[in-house]
């Protein structure tokens, strides 16, 4: 029996993501740039001496059969290769659900690329692309250890030239979840709210600005009122909504104090409000 496997599983921010139009598909046609967060998730994989697939995950709350992601990888891969494969995997969880940071994308990125290392199949990233792209649309993305530009309806993935500045960042989420179909259905009968921003903001990385932001502000007022009011702190440099959402990513200042910004967080929002410091990758 050989030694488990270990591997992080990160979380992933969209530094712009604009809308295009709807596809043939029922998809939408996106242009966004996604990075990696120094957030992560933690797997470790293990061969089983049956022909099971296992899954054990810190979230109770999950789905944990064949529905999950993290199975449906090991599914993707065993039909790409034309092999069977026996594994216990453990999941430790850190990226909250429905936040839009990508977390079960991310975590089933991991697996495959987990796999391709224990069996020894030797698949190029752009294999791996390619298989992940038939699980969900940010999974691909996930197979690539740089920031990326990614089209179509996520899965056209390009790595992006050079190193895109590391920046420290926070991320706060409310007691409640947004779905990714959700948002995107509601896109084109939706209208921007009054009073909330929603203008590109000028960025180290470029633009930022979340064409997702229109439906979840009109439905979730609560996030656009965080955005103006992070924008507000004089720690903050920018801010926007992460994905779909519900969690909002705020830039800091480089060397900023961020333990009274935190603070406020809480009173303003409440202490079930969870927050993350962290950086871009």
């Known amino acids: 029996m050989s030694d488990p496997f270990e591997i992080e599983a990160p979380a992933k921010t969209n530094l712009w993501l604009r809308i295009l139009g709807k596809r043939d598909d029922g998809f939408h046609e996106i242009d966004t740039r996604m990075v990696r967060l120094s957030l992560a998730d933690h797997l470790t994989l293990s061969w089983r001496d049956d022909d099971q697939v296992t899954l054990r995950c810190s979230d109770e709350s999950l789905p944990m059969g064949e529905e999950n992601l993290v199975v449906k990888a090991v599914r993707a891969m065993e039909a ?119 203008a590109a903001q000028d960025c180290p990385w470029g633009e930022m600005i979340n064409d997702l932001e229109r439906p979840v502000f009109e439905k979730f007022p609560v996030l656009g009122e965080m955005k103006s009011w992070l924008l507000n702190q004089p720690e903050v440099s920018a801010s926007l909504l992460s994905g779909s959402g519900s969690t909002m990513l705020a830039v800091l200042s480089e060397h900023a104090s961020v333990d009274g910004l935190v603070a406020r967080i809480s009173s303003r929002y409440g202490e079930n409000t969870w927050t993350c410091l962290g950086r871009t990758l």
């Open 80 to 198: 790409h290769s034309g092999k069977t494969f026996a594994v216990d995997i453990e999941l430790e969880k850190h990226i909250p659900s429905g936040a839009g940071l990508g977390g079960g994308s991310s975590d089933a990125a991991a697996v495959l690329r987990a796999l391709n290392e224990m069996a020894d199949l030797s698949l190029s990233s752009e294999e791996l692309a390619a298989v992940g792209a038939g699980i969900g649309s940010d999974v691909p993305f996930f197979l690539y250890n740089t920031a990326c530009d990614c089209r179509g309806r996520g899965e056209i993935v390009e790595p992006v030239a050079g190193e895109v500045e590391s920046l420290p960042v926070i991320l706060i989420k409310p007691g409640f979840e947004i779905s990714a179909a959700w948002a995107y259905k509601r896109y084109a009968g939706s209208a921007e709210y009054d009073g909330f921003t929603y």
